[in-house]
């Protein structure tokens, strides 16, 4: 499938670890010194997670989704309770097996999209099994 999960992972919400929120946008020229307010602290889950029930994280293996910011290793937050539409990035089982691409529907056909000229589309044709388990909501990955 060319990009596989490698793990899946619930979110623990039963910790918070809020950390400073500065006020103002960094700028990506010159830095303001009269910019440095700090507002109120944030807390990651709150932040990234919209359907505590329904989110899971998982972590991806495999380059086919690199054009997308998803790269080997990452670390992809994933929401069950959105329904995946045209051009969502989702986390799908295609034929018993998981992979990450983005969906591609159109006059009733559908193709799981990679992101990554090295690899091919793959049409949703008749005898395929094709189940989405959710719309990939954020990427993590270290710089």
Known sequence: ?????????????STTMARPLFLSKVPAGFP??????????????EHLIKHKAATFF?????DSM??????????????????????????AVVNGEFTVK????????VWLMPENENFRPMEMKEGSE?????????????L
């Open 130 to 142: 094709l189940e989405v388990w959710g719309v990939v909501t954020n990427v993590i990955h270290k």
């Open 102 to 109: 983005r969906i591609k529907k159109n006059n009733g056909r």
């Open 32 to 45: 303001s010194p009269a910019d440095d307010y700090i507002e109120d602290g944030l807390d990651l889950n």
């Open 1 to 13: 499938m060319n990009n596989a999960v490698l793990t899946i992972i619930q979110p623990d919400f």
């Open 66 to 91: 690199t054009g997308a910011g998803i790269h080997d290793g990452d670390l992809l937050i994933v929401d069950r309770a959105l329904e995946a539409q045209d051009k969502s990035v989702v986390i």
């Open 58 to 62: 998982v972590r991806v293996s495999g």
